[in-house]
């Protein structure tokens, strides 16, 4: 399925992307892919709010998504997701970015 507004982290391992678009509606996935081989993307958990026009963060260990359009356009997130490398497992809301945006650029330890 298509999707588009998403944003994307990486591991030394793992390329990553969160979130998205696809008509009608917002996503929560989590969607992984490895470095080392030419294979399928896998969806690998979800964040803990649907959202499209994200921004994506990375440090050695975790990736982070944040803020994002969670509704009609006027209705944007200042919420902070943080999910492992380690492990195929869901993102959990662990703050609050200072004030809601969307469509931010993100950075990598």
């Known amino acids: 399925t298509a999707t588009c507004g998403m944003s994307g982290q990486s591991s030394s391992t793992n390329g990553y992307f969160s979130g998205g678009d696809q008509a009608p509606g917002s996503v929560n996935t989590i ?17 803990s709010q649907a959202r499209s026009g994200v921004t994506g963060q990375s440090s ?8 994002g359009n969670i509704g009609p356009p006027t ?12 492990s195929d497992t869901s993102a959990v ?11 931010s650029t993100g950075q990598q330890f």
């Open 93 to 103: 809301d662990v703050g609050d970015i200072t004030y809601s945006t969307r469509g």
């Open 31 to 47: 969607v992984r892919f490895p470095f080392a081989v030419d294979t399928n993307a896998l969806d690998v958990g979800d964040l």
């Open 75 to 86: 209705l944007i997130s200042n919420i902070i997701d943080k999910f492992p490398f380690s």
């Open 60 to 67: 050695t260990s975790h990736g982070y998504t944040s803020g």
